[in-house]
């Protein structure tokens, strides 16, 4: 089991950058890979795959609406994922989840495959 809890959200004006972290509880932290999905705010809209990184943080992957701009991490001595985000935009204002599955494959570009999920943390990002 894998409890997972975001931090870091906020109001941030276009062009500002925000780190978020996500802090992981269980030993087998270091075994899962670790990403990061939103949500933006309206009817019918989904979640929406954003970064990965794999146990090991030797594999990366990212939205093709991101790359470039954010950048994925983690330490396992600290069981935190980090998302750092530049160059925000207006339509990266969104509720980020932090989210893990044990395996780094072609899923993880799907979010409905992770196993853990946290409960999210609001960025806003105002022109």
């Known amino acids: 089991q894998v409890q997972l809890v975001e931090s870091g959200g906020g109001l941030v004006q276009v062009g500002g950058s925000l780190r978020l972290s996500c802090a992981a509880s269980g030993r087998t932290f270091s075994s899962y890979a670790m990403g990061w999905i939103r949500q933006a705010p309206g009817p019918g809209k989904e979640r929406e795959f954003v970064?990965?990184?794999?146990?090991?943080?030797?594999?990366?992957s990212y939205a093709d609406s991101v790359k470039g701009r954010f950048t994925i991490s983690r330490d396992n001595t600290k069981n935190t994922v980090y998302l750092q985000m530049n160059s925000l935009k207006a339509e990266d204002t969104a509720v980020y989840y932090c989210?893990?599955?044990?395996?780094?494959?072609?899923?993880?570009?799907?979010?409905?495959?992770?196993?853990?999920w946290g409960t999210g943390t609001q960025v806003t990002v105002s022109s």
């Open positions: 989210a893990a599955r044990k395996n780094f494959d072609g899923a993880v570009l799907v979010g409905k495959t992770y196993d853990y």
């Open positions: 970064a990965a990184i794999s146990w090991s943080s030797g594999s990366r």
